[in-house]
């Protein structure tokens, strides 16, 4: 594993940490290569029950690496190849999030712009920080965040997700509460054990319920009405099925905690 990006793994509870914070955990190439690959991983494990993404140092992460961006201009071409390639790379990243098991969770502190507002969005749930901005600064230098905008229209509501893409100025955590963009401010000090009881609070759940769950959640979204509900209602046949889960009705009728294998 790359030490650009630490995986911890403890009590079903996978932490993830980008770990550039010379560069605020900007999203180089190999930065990126390096959450594709602990994505698949986690695409194949059974133990995990919930991911924390965050950063390390000052900041969540300032976007994609703009050094080794300018570098890549080099080629013959200009950058042409490296830089369609790239976003489409970023894409590709961004949205394993939602493909993943288990639920994510981004703990978010000091600075989530472009990029990593991204990543921030394209996550399950979010903790921020007091204090935090969040933004899609990229237009500040002219370069239009284009990728941002799919996770962030569908997050934050559209005129306000305009308005960071165009204006590129920063809003703080409790806008971005109100937003939608993040579940939960808390104090700086309190933050890792607020995204901890988060995250623990749905690993205690039933693991395969959460995981149909989540499943269905993202693919519903994406239906019209009727067959989100038709498809929903499989879902949740399918869901009755499972033995664990009779097990925990039972267990709520006779007024005992469930005994889950
Ligand atoms: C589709 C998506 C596209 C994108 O994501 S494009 C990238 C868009 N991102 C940006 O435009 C953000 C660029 N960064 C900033 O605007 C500022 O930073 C901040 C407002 C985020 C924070 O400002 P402050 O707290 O004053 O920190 P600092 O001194 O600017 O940065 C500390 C070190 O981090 C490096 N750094 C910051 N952002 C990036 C980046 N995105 N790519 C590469 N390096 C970055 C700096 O250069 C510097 O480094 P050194 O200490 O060596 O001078």
Redesign the pocket.
Known sequence: MSELLIREDAASISTLTLNNP???N??SDDMLAALKSTFLDLMEDDTVKAVVLKGAGK?FC??????E?QAGRQSEDGGSAYFGDL?SR?GEVMQMIPHLPMPVIAQVHG?A????C?LVASCDMAVAAEGTRFGV??V??G?F????MVALSRNVPRKQAFELLTTGEFVDASRARELGLVNRVVAPDALNTETRDLAETVAAKLSSAVRIGKRAFYEQIQMPLDAAYEYTGQVMATNMMDTNTAEGIQAFIEKRKPDWS
């Open positions: 010379g560069a605020l900007a999203l900041a300032a976007g994609h690496d703009l050094k961006m976003f970023c600075i712009t472009a990029a990593g991204q600064n990229g500040n230098i370069l965040c284009s990728t941002p």
